[in-house]
């Protein structure tokens, strides 16, 4: 009987002692477990720490660029508003510049109407007492510039450049020459046409055209005057003005200046 119990508490001890391994190997691999976990749960909360820490400091970045961008912004301003102010000064100067101009025309106006007035009655005048040639283009001239300063739809600065143009034309007319035709009534009373030479505005002269007629203008008689001393010149200056020769010297009646009244 002393056997059997001391081989049943060998078997009892060996199967105690491999329930406790067992049981040790369990524990441990649920050590291990429990480790592994908490392992897995430490490194997801550091990855939402890091992904929070991330976020935090993209979101610090990107409110640091819109800092900065708004700085950069309001300096744009700044420099913008500095020009506009600058702007708007120099544009209130011109203001006053045209109101002062403005009141300053008004004035020049009540005076240059008079001013063109006398300028067209002179040069009227001056045509009238001149040699008479292209006397219906001149006087048209005059009437033109008459129309036109009664005219509302034309500004005062045209007005003005008209007056201008029609002396300059005048002006031109002295150191120039030409050749036309016109019908001239000469002391037989008969009316022909002939070819005339102006030279300048101090001689005016007639041909025929089969050159047997010739004379000049004489302006202190206001009358045309038969002359066949200068035919032959006459006929040269005429080739001349229609270019059909070279310039050359030619001897020409020529009236005596006058004292202007």
Same mark, same amino acid.
């Given at each position: ?10 078997i ?6 491999t329930s ?37 400091? %993209? ?5 640091? &660029? !819109?800092?900065?961008? #708004? @700085?950069?912004? /309001?300096?744009? =301003? ?13 544009q209130?100067?011109?203001? %006053? ?5 403005? &009141? !300053?025309?008004?004035? #020049? @106006?009540?005076? /240059?109407?008079? =001013? ?11 045509i ?134």
């Open positions: 009987m002393k056997r059997c119990t001391s081989s049943s508490r060998r009892s001890v060996a199967v105690l002692a406790l391994m067992a049981l040790s190997g369990s524990v441990f691999a649920q050590s291990v477990d429990d480790v592994l976990q908490a392992e897995d749960r430490r490194l997801n909360l550091a990855q939402q720490s890091q992904e929070r820490i991330n976020s935090i400091v %993209e979101g610090t970045r990107s409110l640091e &660029d !819109q800092y900065r961008a #708004i @700085n950069k912004e /309001i300096d744009g =301003l700044k420099v913008y508003n500095r020009l506009m102010r600058a702007q708007v000064d120099g209130q100067a011109v203001l %006053e510049d045209i109101a002062l101009s403005i &009141d !300053q025309v008004d004035v #020049i @106006n009540r005076q /240059i109407f008079p =001013l063109m007035e006398r300028m067209i009655d002179g040069l009227d005048q001056s009238k007492l001149d040699v008479p040639f292209l006397m219906d283009e001149r006087t048209e001239r005059i009437d033109n510039l008459r129309s036109i300063m009664e005219r509302s739809d034309v500004s005062v600065a045209e007005k003005f450049r008209k007056v201008m143009e029609a002396y300059q034309i005048e002006l031109d007319y002295g150191t120039s020459s030409e050749y036309y035709t016109q019908s001239l009534t000469l002391e037989d009373g008969a009316t022909r046409s002939y070819n005339i030479l102006r030279i300048g505005r101090v001689g005016l002269y007639f041909q025929s055209d089969d050159s047997k007629i010739t004379g000049y203008w004489d302006n202190t008689q206001r009358t045309w005057v038969l002359d066949a001393s200068a035919r032959s010149d006459i006929r040269t200056g005429l080739r001349m003005a229609r270019q059909l020769i070279a310039p050359e010297l030619i001897v020409v009646p020529v009236a005596a200046p006058t004292e202007a009244n």
